[in-house]
Every structure is written in C-alpha cells, then in structure tokens.
C-alpha cells in the first residue's frame, strides 16, 4: 500500500487510484488544492499494486533507445497557429491520429473552467484541447478509457505532462503499436484551488458575469508578450498581458507549483512520450528567420513511431533540424527542476484569507534594493545622454 513520506514524491498522477482492484484510493485535494491518494485501508487487500505502477516508486524503463532530434517549426496554416500558444503543432499531431479514425486525449476546461483531461473524436473539437491551461490537469478517469480504446485497436494520441504520460504508462503497463504519446516541456503545474479563487476573484472584480471563454496565451500584442484573456457572457472582456496578471505573476515566480514539480523525476531531454513539444524560446538568436513573434515551437522527436508521425505532418509545416543541447539552452524547464520560492509558505498562510491580487502584488513586487537599483540606472542613463547632447554641440 503506498505511503507517502513526503508529498514531493507524488505527482497526483492518478495511476495509482486507476490501478486499485478494490477501487479503495481516492484522489483528494490538500490545502494547497493539489491531489493525493487517500487508501480505505479497511477496504484495502494489501496487493501491492499501486505501488508497482506508481512511476516514482517504481520508476518506468524507456522503451526506445532513440536519442532525441530537435527541431524548430510552426504551422503552415495562420489561424491555428495564432490560436495555439507555441507553433500549433498539437494541433497537425491530433488531425493526423483523428484522420486515422483515431482518438485524442488532452488537458480541456469543464464547465467552470477547471482544467481536467478529456477526450476528443472530432477534429472540429480539437479547440478544446488546443492552448496550454496552466493548472494541474485532472487525470480523472482517462487513463482507463485509453486502455480501452486501445483494447479496441483505435488509434490513441495521449498528451500531457511528462508524469501524466509517465503515469499513463505504468498504469498500462505493456507497450501498445497504437498509442502514441505526446508531452510538452513542463515548467510545473499550479494548484487548481489556487485558479479556482482567482477565477472568483476575477469574477467578482469585473462585475459578476459567468465566465464564457478563458485564454492563458492570446497573441494579439505578440507571443512572448502574450496576453491572459476571460471573455464573459455580457460580452466585457478582461485582458491582462503575462507581467501584470495576477495568476501569471504568481505562476511565473513559482509561488503555488505543484511541491513534485520542485523536485520533478522527469526532467530530462529523453522522455517517455512519443514526441515533445515545447515554445522555442531564444529562436531569435538561433534561427533568427524562423522568428516572426506568432509562436515557433520546439519539436523533440523521442521514437521511431513520433518519427513517423511528424513525417507525416511536414508538409504542412516550415521546419529546420536545430541542436539538441543549443535548443535546450534557453529552456533550462527541460531538464532542472524550479526551486522553491521564499516567499510560498508566505503565500499560503494568506491564501483564502485575504483578496488574491493583493497577496501577489506584495510577493511580487521588487525589492527596495532592485527599485533603487533601477532610479540609478535611470539617472545614469540621462547623464550620459546629457554628456552625449555636449559631445554633440561642442562638435
Ligand atoms: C503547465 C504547462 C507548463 C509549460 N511549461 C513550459 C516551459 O517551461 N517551456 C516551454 O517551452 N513550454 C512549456 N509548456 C508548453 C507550451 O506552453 C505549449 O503547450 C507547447 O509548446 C505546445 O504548443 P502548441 O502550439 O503546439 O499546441 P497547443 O495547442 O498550444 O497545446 C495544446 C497541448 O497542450 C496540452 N496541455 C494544455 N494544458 C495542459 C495542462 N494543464 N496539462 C497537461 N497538458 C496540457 C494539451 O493537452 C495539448 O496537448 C508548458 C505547458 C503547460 C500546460
Ligand atoms: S495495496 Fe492493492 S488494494 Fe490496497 S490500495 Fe494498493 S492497489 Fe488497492
Ligand atoms: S505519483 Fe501517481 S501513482 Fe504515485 S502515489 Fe502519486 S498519484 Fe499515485
Ligand atoms: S514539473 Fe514534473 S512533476 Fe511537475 S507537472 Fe511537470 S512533469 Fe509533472
């Protein structure tokens, strides 16, 4: 039966609760809003399963020996790529697997917005899918349907972070030539408590109007400065760029990750997925003609099968063959850990008690030291335009 000892050791994978015989593990939510098995130990008859398909306590074997190529590319076709948040190519990756009477499984919103898996059968609802939510995605009871399918010989694409696909994997415990995975390059995941009271405190701030559709990265001003967008049902819209939104403030400095994330078994350049997807930050600098500040992703091909299948999408994509470890430089989530912030055990001893953007607004802003670092730099600047404009004149 698993123990956790420390709750860095669970990534709230689900596999364990999947696997259960007795179906006597629940996955129940801390006070930090995350998700954690919770054993019926009246119910439980000590079969040791769950301990055999928790990915951390038994870590999985890769089952390709495929080292993984890099690639930079977007999609061909502006509309999707626009309304994807890296390069669109989740998007050509799922129409291919639908188009072969295939199904898609991806993180979605319910219908109050919480971000939970969920399966697609028609390319028409890929949008659901399409966009990173940048919550902790709920597994729920996904990993069984794909078994299922995959009992049925569909075609399955499963995509999600890398313990997701992780947990997947040691659920099913056998290798299927129908099941292609796809993660993404995972900073870590926030607590869904967390989005639930900024989603209240948003609603309540903007005037008290249902929610009708929520985008974390819309690319109307570029797609490094993306923008958070909640459109509601009285047609108002709040749009926030990354910098000044209270949630992304809060993500970005990693103030309410997941505690596994801080310590994540998966960070590595070779994953168990298929294919990895991730945003090419720093293209700018490596392939500066494949930079036009509409998305380009970085594409890491992990198997002979996500090999063939990014074959299959090429066409439809503009492309380059990149390397693996300058790709990888400016994206340090691939393979470190971020580190626990200060300032988050300050954030939940407040968290619930006093208004969400008051608390990041106090954890976020600089310190006396950085603010006073910047008026010197301001003043230093206007002297030696001063000394400049003298230069100048005297000439
Ligand atoms: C929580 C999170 C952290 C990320 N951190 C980084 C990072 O540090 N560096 C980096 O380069 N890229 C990161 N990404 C990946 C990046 O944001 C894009 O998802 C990726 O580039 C794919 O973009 P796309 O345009 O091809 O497809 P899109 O259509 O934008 O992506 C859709 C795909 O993302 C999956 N997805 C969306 N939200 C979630 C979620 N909450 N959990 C699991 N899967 C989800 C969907 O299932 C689908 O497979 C992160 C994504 C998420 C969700
Ligand atoms: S030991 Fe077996 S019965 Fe008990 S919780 Fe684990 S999987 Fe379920
Ligand atoms: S990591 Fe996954 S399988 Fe392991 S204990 Fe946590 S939820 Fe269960
Ligand atoms: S950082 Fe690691 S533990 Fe956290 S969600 Fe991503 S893959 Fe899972």
């Not at 003609?289 to 299948?309: C, H, P, R, W, Y």
């Amino acid at each position: 039966m698993i123990q956790l000892d420390k709750k860095q050791t669970c990534t709230g994978c689900h596999a364990c609760a999947a696997k259960c015989p007795k179906q006597c593990i629940k996955m129940i939510s801390d006070t930090e809003g995350f998700w954690y098995p919770q054993i019926d130990e009246e119910e439980c008859i000590n079969c040791g399963l769950c301990e055999r398909v928790c990915p951390i306590i038994t870590p999985i074997k890769f089952e390709d020996p495929f080292s993984p190529m890099a690639y930079a590319c977007y999609n061909r076709d502006e509309k999707v790529r626009l309304a994807s948040s890296s390069g669109g190519i989740f998007t050509l990756i799922a129409e291919a697997v639908l188009k072969q009477g295939g199904v898609v499984f991806g993180a979605g919103f319910d219908e109050d917005f919480n971000v939970c898996h969920q399966c697609v059968e028609r390319v028409e609802d890929l949008d659901k899918l399409r966009m990173s939510k940048y919550v902790q995605s709920k597994i729920g009871e996904t990993y069984r349907e794909a078994e299922n399918f995959l009992k049925e010989n569909r075609l399955v694409l499963f995509t999600g972070t890398p313990c997701q696909i992780g947990g997947l994997k040691a659920y099913l415990g056998k290798s299927y030539d129908n099941l292609i995975t796809q993660d993404i390059i995972c900073h870590g995941v926030p607590s869904p408590m967390v989005w639930e009271d900024y989603l209240a405190f948003r609603k309540k701030s903007d005037g008290g109007c249902a929610a009708r559709k929520i985008a974390f990265r819309r690319k109307d001003f570029g797609w490094k400065r993306f923008s958070v967008s909640i459109s509601y049902g009285n047609d108002t819209e709040y749009r926030q760029d990354l910098t000044q939104d209270s949630f992304m403030k809060g993500f970005l400095k990693d103030i309410y990750l997941r505690p596994s994330c801080h310590a994540c078994a998966f960070k590595n350049a070779k994953r168990h997925s298929d294919i990895t997807l991730a945003d090419f930050w720093g293209i700018e600098n490596i392939l500066p003609e494949m930079f036009d500040d509409k998305g380009t992703s970085l594409v890491l091909i992990q198997s002979n099968k996500g090999k063939a299948l990014f074959k299959s999408i090429e066409k439809k994509l503009i492309c380059q063959r990149v390397d693996l470890d300058e790709a990888l430089k400016y994206n340090p989530a691939a393979i470190r850990p971020a580190p626990i912030p200060k300032n988050r055990e300050v954030f939940y001893s407040r968290f619930g008690k006093e208004p969400f953007d008051k608390i990041i607004h106090d954890l976020t802003k600089p310190s006396f030291k950085t603010r006073a670092k910047t008026v010197a730099v301001k003043a230093l600047d206007r002297l030696n335009i001063k000394e400049q404009i003298k230069k100048t004149l005297k000439k």
